[in-house]
């Protein structure tokens, strides 16, 4: 079947199947490979991507479901001047990842926080990234990051 | 060794961002899931449902003809390779071979046109098993009538990195042995002022690399080509090699950003078999488990151990024994190694005059166990430092206290015939106290403790490595050492920026390609700091002896009259960066010089280990009497690390490792129920989540410039987990009055607890 939906800011058409998930037509039709899937049963938040700026597990969510809406991945981030998203620089500063596996889902979820609530307490942080796991950091750099990217954007904001 | 204690770097021993950083947040950097090659297959796996079985037939024909199906892959399809693989013990059949020995065991693998057609396709292929007797446990699998899970006897791999015989396959389920002991520990305990003693339960644990194990193989009449998500590129080459036989310069293994490794990723797992898949379907071939596959590749030993510890009248530890009893599942994997590092790992960091560890593991029908972060240490630091402050508590001693007065002394040779003790761990355990507060007041149900461990790290010195100075200045290092996210990529460019006084943003890695990078044994047992640094500091060097003499060409004068200034040379008035040296000796703005450095077990590195990674943590806990929960208040981690190259990596190292050992200490378990997994999935294996955060985190570095890498680094980054278990037992302890000698405390356990003291 057809599906239309807008991608990182552009209108997309891809031919799917039924099953197919959105992780699978992001990673294999469309070679947006920043979507990383791991626990496939949405409990882990690798996969994390927004839908109409909501977070959503792409690994179950069938890409059928994103018709007609508006998607951002991992690679919607960056400027086209090349300049980081604040999440992003916040988290080469902090040292909020180490192997990575688990960071696009990680900046995507905090992403849809910091768009809901511009200046979290770390007890806010905390519960509102609690699906998203790591095995690597320990958590705290990436609270400290989101903490840090929070400052910047209500800095930028001119809030 | 002056010179290496200088103390004004420029580079080193800087928090330098990541050099993964921006591809890793932009979500660019590469994993092998992420890889295509053109005319790729796709493999899936179908798993024996039994735990022990003979397998009577095997009929594919239907999964064959179905379309998009290009192979099945069986054991009996295996004809000329040798499907037995091993570093250690040669006892691992790409796929079972007449039976399986767990359940999860890959029986045949469907190679198709996508995954979905594969997978479909597994239904279809028809096994008869005859089912055998089984044995799960270490207990059961040493009894008289268990059934043997391996009749032949095995070679040994040629990559055994230790000294232990092979006893797999002599009549037993044994897979291997190993005993340590000096002094009179009979004579010890019976003079003893005070012993206890008492039996421990360290759980098999899941290592839940976020990226599970993903290989593509490309097998052709030109060799062997591996993508493979493995820590070790240079041990998998090896088996390798003798599956199929080959010359080494024939087996390629190449791998990009790896997903998290923490031990499951070393040796080799799944590129056998999407080798064989590969050969079998004469095309390019990829194989990615799931997250529920990868729980049935590989898992921790859990050990059974009794331990018993002794004091004399002035409260020194004088004698140390314990039996330890490891279950290494099907196939022997880094088991031997686990065996006998958790043997040895029974006794630092403190000197006691009389011991004796005895330790021996079983072949049992559950997933193989392996290498898992730490190394056996944790098995074993659960029993070692519960009984610490279990002593101090018997003779009345603040066991903060005893710790300091029975810590190992730097210099001290606290392991008979090893490498004198070369940390700090009065100043560890200071520190970690300082940091969690010790001397304050404890509110009620809050348990604080402190606990450190002291591991023969580091591996093997086998490491090797090529740095290119090009003609403008900028350096591309050749590394074996592959980046499983403890900063390898940034870490080592510091060292040669520092070296060769070149801006860090000038040099550049590539790793882990055996067609391209020089021998690296592993990954692993904290050792590429140390000794992959120093190699690349010796290669820097290196290449600056040789820049030196062709300024001496250019400027006509002799070696000795060069002299090396931050970033190339100086010759009388003249001035010569390391670009215009080599642009004026080749006479063209092009061309390179090549430094390298080759390490081997001589000189610092003759004696082993490499260096004892140390490390100590500390915890504040409450305990909540009506449910059993413990919530984790207070962490404190100190990594005595020499000198850390890059502080945030190996602080970020520490933490990382305490929240496994924390999770290890409070939820994290495989059960078995029978011969199934029982909680299989990270439905149901809890790992540690944001929410099981400390609320205060103190992270420490010891750097006293005291190891033996490039200017006093040492490892870090295992340690931090290791002595998490027993620290959360102890505070337990102190909390609430209950001491549970098995991990991981789960609030049932706890109350459970709480109920049989009432």
């Not at chain 2, 060292?495 to 060769?500: R, V």
């Not at chain 2, 280990?609 to 449910?627: H, K, N, Q, S």
Request: charged residues 25%.
């Amino acid at each position: 079947m057809k599906l239309s939906f807008e991608l990182n800011g552009k209108a997309r058409e891809v031919e799917c199947e039924a099953a197919d998930t959105l992780a699978e037509v992001l990673r294999n039709q469309l070679n947006l490979t920043g979507t990383k899937v791991s626990c496939e049963v949405q409990v882990c938040g690798a996969c994390t991507v927004l839908v109409d700026g909501l977070p959503v597990s792409a690994c179950t969510f069938l890409a059928y479901e994103a018709r007609g809406k508006s998607v951002t991945t991992i690679e919607g981030l960056e400027g086209s001047d090349g300049k980081l998203h604040p999440l992003q620089q916040a988290f080469i500063d902090e040292f909020a990842f180490q192997c990575g596996y688990c960071t696009p889902g990680m900046i995507l979820s905090a992403k849809a926080l910091l768009a809901e609530n511009p200046a979290p307490t770390r007890e806010e942080i905390i519960h509102y990234m609690d699906g998203n796991l790591c095995r690597c950091t320990g958590y705290l750099p990436i609270v400290k990051a989101i903490e840090r990217a929070a400052v910047e954007m209500r800095r930028g904001s001119g809030k | 060794m002056s010179a290496e204690r200088k103390t004004d770097f420029h580079v080193v021993n800087h928090s330098v961002p990541r050099r993964d950083g921006r591809v890793k947040v932009t979500g660019r950097a590469q994993y092998v899931a992420d890889l295509k090659l053109l005319g790729m297959a796709y493999a899936k796996v179908l798993r024996s449902p039994y735990a022990h079985a003979r397998i009577v037939s095997i009929d594919k024909s239907r999964a064959e003809a179905r379309p998009g199906v290009y192979c099945v892959v069986t054991g009996n399809d295996l004809e000329g390779i040798n499907p037995y693989y091993g570093h250690a013990v040669k006892d691992h059949p790409l796929l079972a071979i007449d039976k399986v020995r767990y359940a999860g065991e890959p029986v045949a693998a469907v190679v198709a046109v996508d995954e979905r057609t594969a997978f479909e396709a597994l239904e279809f292929i028809d096994v008869q098993y005859e089912e055998l007797k089984a044995v799960f446990t270490p207990q059961e699998a040493m009894a008289k009538d268990a059934p043997l899970l391996h009749e032949r006897q095995f070679e040994a791999g040629a990559l055994r990195g230790f000294e232990g015989d092979v006893t797999a396959g002599r009549g037993t389920n044994v897979c291997q042995t190993h005993r340590i002991q000096w002094g009179d520990v009979e004579t010890a305990f019976k003079n003893a002022a005070a012993v206890v003693e008492g039996e421990y339960y360290f759980p098999m644990t899941y290592a839940y690399a976020m990226e599970p194990y993903v290989a593509i193989a490309d097998v052709t009449d030109q060799g062997v080509t591996i993508y493979s998500s493995a820590q070790h590129p240079f041990m998998v080459r090896h088996d390798l090699k003798s599956v199929f036989n080959l010359p080494v310069a024939q087996v390629r293994l190449v791998v990009p950003f790896v997903g998290g490794g923490y031990g499951s990723k070393s040796y080799t797992k799944i590129e056998p078999l999407v080798a064989a898949c590969s050969w079998k379907a004469k095309r390019p071939v990829k194989l990615q488990l799931t997250v529920e596959e990868a729980m049935l590749t590989t898992r921790s030993d859990d050990a059974y151990t009794w331990m018993r510890t002794a004091v004399d009248r002035n409260g020194k530890i004088i004698a140390r024994q314990a039996k330890i009893l490891m279950n290494t599942g099907a196939y022997a994997e880094n088991s031997p190694l686990v065996v006998e590092k958790s043997t040895n790992r029974c006794v630092g960091p403190y000197a006691i005059p009389n011991v004796l560890i005895e330790n021996t593991s079983y072949y049992t029908n559950t997933v193989p166990a392996s290498s898992y972060r730490g190394f056996g240490c944790a098995q074993v630091t659960l029993p070692g430092e519960s009984q610490i402050d279990e002593l101090a508590a018997k003779i009345g001693k603040d066991p903060y206290q005893f710790r300091l007065e029975n810590a190992a002394k730097p210099g001290e040779e606290f392991f008979p015939g090893m490498r004198p003790f070369d940390g700090a761990l009065k100043q560890d355990l200071e520190t970690a106290a300082e940091a969690i507060g010790w001397n304050e007041p404890l509110p009620e149900n809050h348990g604080r403790t402190v606990a450190c461990s002291g591991s023969d790290a580091g591996a093997y010195p086998l490491t090797s490595t090529a740095i290119r100075i090009h003609a403008d200045g900028s350096v591309t290092i050749l590394t074996g050492s592959t980046e499983l996210g403890q900063g390898s990529h940034t870490v080592l460019p510091q060292i040669a920026a520092e070296e060769l006084g070149v801006p860090f943003d000038k040099v550049r890695v590539v790793s882990s390609d055996t067609a391209i990078t020089p021998y690296d044994r592993s990954t692993g047992a904290s050792r590429t700091t140390t000794l992959m640094g120093t190699a690349i500091l010796e290669a820097s060097r290196e290449a600056i002896r040789q820049m030196v003499a062709m300024a001496a060409d250019i400027f006509k004068v002799k070696s000795e009259d060069i002299q090396v200034v931050r970033g190339g040379v100086r010759c009388g008035e003249a001035q010569l960066s390391w670009a215009e040296v080599i642009s004026k000796y080749y006479a063209l703005p092009d061309g390179e010089v090549i430094g390298r450095a080759y390490i081997r077990k001589e000189g610092r590195f003759a004696k082993l280990p490499v260096f004892w990674e140390t490390a100590c943590t500390g915890i504040e806990l409450e305990v909540d009497r009506e449910t059993g929960k413990i919530e984790l208040k207070k962490l404190a981690t100190v990594g005595d690390v020499g000198l850390a190259i890059n502080p945030s990596l190996a602080e970020g190292q520490d933490l990382g490792a305490a929240t496994m050992g924390m999770g290890i200490g409070l939820f994290e378990e495989l059960v078995y129920e029978g011969p199934q997994l029982a909680n299989g999935s990270i439905l149901d294996y809890r790992v540690p989540r944001f929410s099981d955060l400390p609320k205060q985190v103190e992270l420490r570095l010891v750097q006293n410039q005291d190891g033996v890498g490039p200017y006093g680094a040492k490892g870090g980054g295992e340690a931090s987990l290791n002595s998490m278990a027993a620290n959360i037992a102890n505070a337990v302890d102190r909390a609430v009055g209950v001491r549970i000698r098995r991990a991981p405390l789960t609030p049932e356990r706890v109350w459970r607890a709480l109920q049989n003291k009432k």
